[in-house]
């Protein structure tokens, strides 16, 4: 059973608002990603780290920031939110010593900026 | 670079009925394949996976066989039940992060 956390689990903002979305794991997992989520599905990959102190882009720009301070805790930070960061925000995380990549994903945060 | 090719959606079948949603994919290597799956209001779980050519994977019901010569993964279930209904995303394991398929969104009806 996959242990991935994320609050909150909806928000609604207003704009130019600072806000950050949570994600913890309790698995030990180094990698750990940021996906959004559109409404019609597809998944983009944002941000992704390989372990503490390490952080990368994704495949689709974002104006979200991360960090990586401790193993267990990966949060995405808007500085100043707007209606088109409206979406569903998803973490996961991975163990990259196991045979298999599999992705362990949290419940994910749905975000709408007003 | 890897790639994967999943049927649209959304499909709509009958309880009971047989269900396929097809996926390929493009990858160097020998990438292990994914099937994933969202239920309303959740993040992803895996459903199953296969880590080498001609590997079943298998859950629940459904099955998906990881097929090298047709670069191919397509999930079938014998007997949908309501509970089915979610979107399903298939996926390819790579070197530094996984690739996903736009997801299939099933829904069926009793």
């Known amino acids: 059973e996959a242990d991935i956390y994320q609050t909150p689990r909806y928000l609604v903002i207003g704009t130019g608002k600072k806000i950050t979305l949570e994600c913890s794991q309790t698995?030990?997992?180094?990698?750990m990603y940021w996906y959004q989520q559109d409404p019609g599905m597809e998944l983009h990959l944002i941000h992704y780290?390989?372990?503490?102190?390490?952080?990368e882009k994704g495949d689709l720009s974002s104006e979200s920031t991360v960090s990586r301070i401790r193993t267990e805790h990966f949060p995405l930070t808007l500085e100043s939110a707007r209606p088109s960061h409206t979406s569903q925000y998803l973490c996961?995380?991975?163990?990259?010593?196991?045979?298999?990549?599999?992705?362990?994903f949290g419940p994910g945060t749905r975000l709408t900026v007003l | 670079g890897n790639s994967v090719t999943q049927m649209e959606g959304p499909v709509t079948l009958s309880e009971e009925a047989f269900l396929t949603i097809n996926c390929t994919y493009t990858?160097?290597?020998?990438?292990?394949l994914f099937w994933y799956v969202q239920y309303p209001g959740e993040g992803l779980q895996l459903l199953l996976k296969a880590t080498k050519a001609d590997d079943k994977g298998s859950n629940k019901g459904f099955e998906a066989t990881y097929r090298k010569e047709t670069t191919s993964f397509h999930l079938e279930k014998g007997s949908v039940q309501v509970s089915d209904s979610a979107v399903y995303f298939c996926a390819l394991g790579g070197y530094q992060k996984v690739t996903f398929g736009i997801g299939t969104k099933l829904q069926v009806i009793p």
């Open positions: 780290s390989y372990g503490v102190n390490s952080t």
């Open positions: 990858a160097t290597g020998y990438p292990s």
């Open positions: 698995m030990g997992h180094d990698k």
């Open positions: 996961a995380s991975s163990d990259p010593t196991a045979r298999t990549d599999t992705q362990y």
